[in-house]
Nanobody
Framework: QVQLVESGGGLVQAGDSLRLSCAASGLRFSRYVMGWFRQAPGKEREFVAAISQNGGRLYYVDSVKGRFTISRDNAKNTVYLQMNSLNADDTAVYYC?????????????????WGQGTQVTVSS
């Protein structure tokens, strides 16, 4: 049974940082592209960042470039999202997802497995 478990969310002030983690089990982690998505109330789920199987390819949505960093540790079956200079627009539930493919995709429906999400709230 595949499980993706996010952690690290919370309530912070604008300008603060958070580091999200997503621990995977039940799958061959190093085979999967890993992505982070977010969903704010009343909005569609939005792609945030993704990382290739060996970490050599990274991709970010424009709104987080220069502020967020995605990384992974295949030995620990974990993907991370370091979020700096947070602002109110970053408030959302953040989800990690796994995609069994080669290309880095930004469409949620192309991902095979999802975590339950972790809430990030940024107060201004």
């Amino acid at each position: 049974q595949v499980q993706l478990v996010e952690s690290g969310g919370g309530l912070v002030q604008a300008g603060d940082s958070l580091r999200l983690s997503c621990a995977a089990s039940g799958l061959r982690f190093s085979r999967y592209v890993m992505g982070w998505f977010r969903q704010a109330p009343g909005k569609e789920r939005e792609f945030v960042a993704a990382i290739s199987q060996n970490g050599g390819r990274l991709y970010y949505v424009d709104s987080v470039k220069g502020r967020f960093t995605i990384s992974r540790d295949n030995a620990k079956n974990t993907v991370y999202l370091q979020m700096n200079s947070l602002n109110a627009d970053d408030t959302a539930v953040y989800y990690c997802a796994a995609e069994d493919g080669i290309a880095i995709l930004t469409t949620p429906t192309r991902y095979d497995y999802w975590g339950q999400g972790t809430q990030v709230t940024v107060s201004s």
